[in-house]
């Protein structure tokens, strides 16, 4: 009830305390990175290999060489 008080007595500072959050909240959702992943600088290497009813084991002999 206190609370409800206070904002009754102070309407005006009530006001610019909102619109300082709003224009806080904008502007920190504007500024924040839209990228969920992090960019890493390592090199990738794709590896397309059709499947062909083969066995995993066979699948693994024409990559892996010992």
Do not use: C, H, K, N
């Amino acid at each position: 009830m206190w609370l409800v008080r206070l904002a009754l007595r102070r309407p005006i500072s009530v006001m610019v305390g909102v619109l300082a959050l709003l224009l806080g909240g904008w502007l920190a959702a504007r500024s924040a990175p839209a990228d969920i992943f992090p960019t890493f600088d390592v090199p990738i290497i794709y590896v397309v290999q059709p499947y062909a009813g083969m066995a995993p084991s066979q699948m693994e002999s024409q990559f892996v060489t010992y």
